[in-house]
T-cell receptor
Framework: EAGVAQSPRYKIIEKRQSVAFWCNPI?????LYWYQQILGQGPKLLIQ??????VDDSQLPKDRFSAERLKGVDSTLKIQPAKLEDSAVYLC?????WGTGELFFGEGSRLTVL | AQSVTQLGSHVSVSEGALVLLRCNYS??????LFWYVQYPNQGLQLLLK??????LVKGINGFEAEFKKSETSFHLTKPSAHMSDAAEYFC?????????????FGTGTRLTIIP
């Protein structure tokens, strides 16, 4: 079974530039999450999708972050314009809709904003 | 909102010694609790989960955790540490239980194994 795929693995940009991350969840997983993991901290949920609908985006900085999940499969997370404090690893995870409480994580996309 | 607190951001143990990683939770309802492990340059993976069926939960790689309601704790243990256990460990709580697996993570504990 293929795992959660994310790209790019690493990205370095200047502040005020834009960046996009892509995620392809495990086949059949209806729920998709984006987490932000800042160095030295635990992952923080940014947005949760159920199929292609948003379940929770209460912690997403909507003035600069956006995310979509077209057709209920893969997803993109965009940051525009980026700030220094956006430097972090962006983790994508997926789970079954009514499952075991287990999230499957990708390897993450590490963003450095200079 | 539910939360977890992990005591000790870094823990070092000798190979073969007991591993004990601490996690305390805050919840107004019966919680669903998890331990995840993150090896270097890899994504998080589930070690074990508490489902309320049994207070002592066994996970992969010889790890186990005990749910203690009176102490609001869910500490992770392993009787004998192995070099391959070196990783970062995260305790997490589910906001609404199974069917809505939105997890709130602790700040993590980095485990170092001394040869």
């Amino acid at each position: 079974e293929a795992g959660v795929a994310q790209s790019p693995r690493y990205k370095i940009i200047e502040k005020r530039q834009s960046v996009a991350f892509w995620c392809n969840p495990i086949s059949g997983h209806a729920t998709l999450y984006w987490y932000q993991q800042i160095l030295g901290q635990g992952p923080k949920l940014l947005i949760q999708f159920q199929n292609n609908g948003v379940v929770d985006d209460s912690q997403l900085p909507k003035d600069r972050f956006s995310a979509e999940r077209l057709k209920g499969v893969d997803s993109t997370l965009k940051i525009q314009p980026a700030k220094l404090e956006d430097s972090a690893v962006y983790l994508c995870a997926s789970s079954l809709e009514w499952g075991t409480g287990e999230l499957f994580f990708g390897e993450g996309s590490r963003l450095t904003v200079l | 909102a539910q939360s977890v607190t992990q005591l000790g951001s870094h823990v070092s143990v000798s190979e073969g010694a007991l591993v004990l990683l601490r996690c305390n939770y805050s919840s107004s309802v019966p919680p669903y609790l998890f331990w995840y492990v993150q090896y270097p340059n890899q994504g998080l993976q589930l070690l074990l989960k508490y489902t309320s069926a049994a207070t002592l939960v066994k996970g992969i790689n010889g790890f186990e955790a005990e749910f203690k309601k009176s102490e609001t704790s869910f500490h992770l243990t392993k009787p004998s540490a192995h070099m391959s256990d070196a990783a970062e460990y995260f305790c997490a709580v589910s906001d609404s239980g199974f069917g809505n697996e939105k997890l709130t993570f602790g700040t993590g504990t980095r485990l170092t194994i001394i040869p």
